[in-house]
């Protein structure tokens, strides 16, 4: 019998604020154990929290670029819940009066080219708990304790309070792969908005999926369990497998599936029982005394500390929502669509290009200078992406400016350099951040187009040679690249390649 699973994902995407979402606290990341705490977001009694505007209007911007609504009123709710990490006994989150609903990601099926739209629940806030490190976790022996015994488990609240957007799906995806597809455009939709950095390693993009199998003629829903503890894309599709084969495993001997929250052990690729799976009504929801609820007014959002914002957003006739809308930067689709119509470049291509916001920059800044797109594009996806992956670094850490690129690529077409010499040019400035002048100066890598120097090094190989050269007139024309070889030995590489083959038939025809 075959099965298909049913996937539905809750992502929680850290927002790039300076400070939490109900106090003034830095979210810095690694920063030493319990530094970056005070009295609200350790939950201290008699503290009150005050919500933080940016975090808000963020989470606006994710709604409104995933074409979700906007709800005129929220409210937030307290999530009881007893764990180590939170000291409150509480998280300040939403429940049934979210921020927003509805909404949608696309994604592309690779192999089939076919579109397919994954739906949303919602998009609501919350503040994020703390963080237990175990004696058996990397993070754990990182720590600047001394008291390391086995089978410890440390608690570090310099999370507690950090913004969150928990991102909701409908259970859409039929397949591991899927799954990791949307994370992906959702990452990818995330930095483009600047609100989340996406990195799942640092814990700012977290994913969490409810997993059940079905046999693919039926309509009824199996069983669900929930997947926790998946700290890369890698280990989303890793572990969503493993637990598809589980469930399988488990309805074809006869068995029956629990519904529980289990947890992924990457180094093991093993799943393991957590906890028996909550339902809402074990988290005994109620609306949070100390926040009043959050309005979207025509020009302000009330509900920031439970003091109206006075700010005026444009003229009366724009509302607050439409003034972020119109504050949203261009997503990678439709950045991708323009590139291949305004470039000329192909879909492969574009889709690279555009797969990161600051990598798109980069080729789109290069273009202006050097207006070659489809040249700038072969760099870029080659030799920029490979000095980036190579290096370990990001594109706004890479030494080399667009400006510079387009300055080396110049110095190719003026005949200064050759192709080969170029890249070896390239590799100094992404090591060194000199410009291509400079390194041309100093190792005197300028490339010989003189014509008479260019002869006179030829017919010396072609003296040299004569055995050679009978086998190329006699029809065996694979000689040819040895005589280009000899030629380019002789003048350190530095001959124009276009002139010295030029030459060469000339020669050797004559």
């Known amino acids: 019998m075959k099965y298909e699973s049913i996937i539905g994902l809750e992502v929680h995407a850290q927002l790039l604020t300076d400070s939490k979402i109900f106090c003034g606290c830095s979210v810095s990341y690694g920063a030493d154990p319990n530094s970056q705490t005070c009295p609200v977001c350790l939950g201290l009694p008699g503290v009150l929290p005050v919500l933080n505007k940016k975090a808000v209007e963020y989470a606006v911007k994710m709604v409104l670029a995933v074409g979700g609504t906007v709800a005129p009123h929220s409210i937030f709710a307290r999530k009881n819940y007893f764990y180590p990490d939170l000291p409150k006994g509480y998280q300040i989150s939403q429940y049934d009066q979210p921020l927003s609903t509805g909404g949608s990601v696309e994604i592309e099926i690779p192999e089939s080219k076919a579109k397919k739209k994954i739906h949303l629940t919602r998009i609501h806030l919350e503040e994020d708990a703390g963080k237990s490190l175990h004696s058996e976790d990397n993070s754990y022996t990182n720590t600047s304790s001394n008291v390391k015994q086995k089978g410890e488990t440390l608690v570090d609240m310099n999370r507690c309070g950090v913004p969150l957007i928990e991102i909701v799906t409908q259970p859409d995806m039929r397949s591991p792969k899927e799954a990791t597809l949307f994370l992906n455009k959702l990452k990818q939709i995330l930095e483009y908005l600047e609100i989340c950095s996406g990195n799942m390693e640092e814990g700012s993009l977290r994913c969490d999926a409810n997993v059940s199998v079905r046999p693919i003629a039926q309509t009824k829903l199996g069983t669900k369990t929930e997947v926790k503890n998946m700290n890369s894309f890698k280990a989303v599709e890793k572990a969503l497998n493993f637990e598809m084969e589980r469930q399988i495993g488990i309805i074809e001997s006869g068995g029956r599936i629990i519904q529980e929250t289990l947890l992924w052990d990457a180094e093991k690729e093993l799943i393991a029982p957590m906890r028996s799976k909550e339902e809402s009504h074990d988290y005994r929801y109620f609306p949070e005394p100390d926040l009043v609820v959050l309005k979207f007014h025509p020009q302000t959002i009330s509900g920031i500390g439970g003091i109206r914002s006075e700010e005026k957003f444009g003229t009366p006739t724009i509302t607050i929502v439409e003034k972020i809308k119109q504050s949203l930067p261009e997503l990678p689709e439709a950045r991708k669509t323009r590139f291949i119509k305004q470039y000329q470049i192909p879909e492969y291509d574009a889709e690279l290009l555009t797969t990161e916001k600051k990598l798109a920059d980069y080729y789109e800044e290069c273009v202006k200078n050097y207006p070659n797109s489809k040249a700038v594009s072969n760099w870029v996806m080659g030799e920029v ?118 030459i060469l038939k000339e020669k050797l025809s004559s």
Do not use: C, H
């Open 385 to 502: 992406l490979r000095e980036l992956k190579e290096r370990k670094i990001s594109v706004s850490e890479f030494k080399v400016p667009p400006k510079e690129l387009a300055s080396l690529l110049k110095q190719v077409d003026s005949g200064t350099l050759s192709g080969k010499m170029a890249k070896d040019v390239f590799v100094e400035m992404a090591e060194t951040g000199l410009s291509s002048e400079k390194i041309i100066q100093e190792k005197g890598l300028v490339q010989v187009t003189d014509t008479k120097e260019i002869e006179s090094v030829i017919e010396s190989v072609l003296r040299e040679n004569p055995g050679e050269v009978e086998k190329y007139r006699s029809g065996k024309e694979r000689v040819f690249g040895f005589f280009v070889g000899e030629v380019m030995k002789k003048t350190k590489g530095k001959a124009n390649p276009s002139v010295v083959n030029q």
